[in-house]
């Protein structure tokens, strides 16, 4: 019910924005305007913005798909801490996944990014971590076991983001999916010996 709620929440929020762009002009992701002028309700603002109706579908079907179960993986392992820890996980992602960014382009004014990608890479990340062995389905056509999935995914975001030639924040995508992943370790460090007892089971 947790990811429902922000998938609602991020939905309406990105909806509206989408006839009143003057909201994505005031809470986009902009680092010049985060460090000069002081604007840092853009560090979590700019999560709950998309740049059409195909972004938005994509991010929240994979967030509803993958959150969903990361809940249970939650109460399991953290019992009665599972809301905080995870809204810890999701929210922290959204503020450190793009820290890289917001130094890189600090002084460039048009640098501009949007979009719940980030913290969506942290909950894919998170459910992968507990499940390694799980099958993804890459492009909902390609199963592939989840860690086989992690590792090319790690890959494909540094290089891309290295490369720089579109309007995807890879970088934001790249330390989404490591925060998410080591969270669970931060948050209860005998996690890792369940994760290496998980990966060693095939």
């Known amino acids: ?93 959204i503020l450190i996944s793009p820290l890289y960014s917001l130094y890189k382009h600090r002084n460039d004014y048009h640098y501009n990014a949007i979009g719940a990608s980030g913290a969506v890479s942290a909950v894919v990340f998170a459910a992968i971590f507990f499940d390694p062995w799980n099958k993804i389905y890459f492009f909902m056509l390609i199963p592939m076991p989840g860690i086989v999935f992690a590792a090319l995914y790690l890959v494909y975001s540094w290089v891309m983001s290295s490369k720089s030639k579109d309007n995807i924040a890879h970088d934001a995508h790249f330390f989404g999916a490591v925060f998410g992943f080591i969270l669970p370790i931060i948050l209860s460090p005998s996690l890792l010996n369940y994760f290496i007892q998980q990966l060693l089971r095939q």
Request: a positive charge.
């Open 1 to 93: 019910m947790l990811t429902l709620a922000i998938v609602i929440i991020t939905s309406v929020f990105s909806v509206i924005a989408f006839s009143q762009h003057s909201l994505v002009y005031k809470y986009q992701f902009n680092p010049y305007q985060i460090i000069h002028r002081k604007q840092y309700g853009r560090l979590i603002l700019h999560a709950f913005l998309h740049a059409n109706w195909t972004h938005l579908i994509v991010n929240m079907l994979v967030l509803y798909s993958f959150g969903t179960a990361l809940e249970r993986y939650f109460q399991q392992f953290f019992g009665s801490s599972w809301i905080p820890y995870y809204l810890i996980l999701y929210f922290g992602a």
